[in-house]
Nanobody, 124 residues
Framework: QVQLVESGGGLVQAGGSLRLSCAASGRTSSTYAMGWFRQAPGKEREFVSR????????YYLDSVKGRFTISTDNAKNMVYLQMNSLKPEDTAVYYCAATNWRFSLTTPNQYKYWGQGTQVTVSS
């Protein structure tokens, strides 16, 4: 079992920054990669970024590339999403997720464990 708890969401103005944190506990050794997803009202859950625990291999949604940075602190079982130059279209509930799969890590059904979500609201 793996437990994930997100924090760091909030209300910011366009152009501002937030850092989301995800604390992982339990059998984290069974997970291969961590991902961040987001879901806006009336829309499907959308892949944002992912990173492997080993090697720190990253991938980003095109619209956040260059603005968001995903990282881990393996010793603390933490994953972060630094979000800069935020835009109103970034507004969503952001979820941390964990997967033990090695390939095709950009769809929600590939991730077994999920956090409760944290709200990010970007005002114009």
């Amino acid at each position: 079992q793996v437990q994930l708890v997100e924090s760091g969401g909030g209300l910011v103005q366009a152009g501002g920054s937030l850092r989301l944190s995800c604390a992982a506990s339990g059998r984290t050794s069974s997970t291969y990669a961590m991902g961040w997803f987001r879901q806006a009202p009336g829309k499907e859950r959308e892949f944002v970024s992912r990173i492997t625990w080993s090697g720190g291999i990253t991938y980003y949604l095109d619209s956040v590339k260059g603005r968001f940075t995903i990282s881990t602190d393996n010793a603390k079982n933490m994953v972060y999403l630094q979000m800069n130059s935020l835009k109103p279209e970034d507004t969503a509930v952001y979820y941390c997720a964990a997967t033990n799969w090695r390939f095709s890590l950009t769809t929600p059904n590939q991730y077994k464990y999920w956090g409760q979500g944290t709200q990010v609201t970007v005002s114009s």
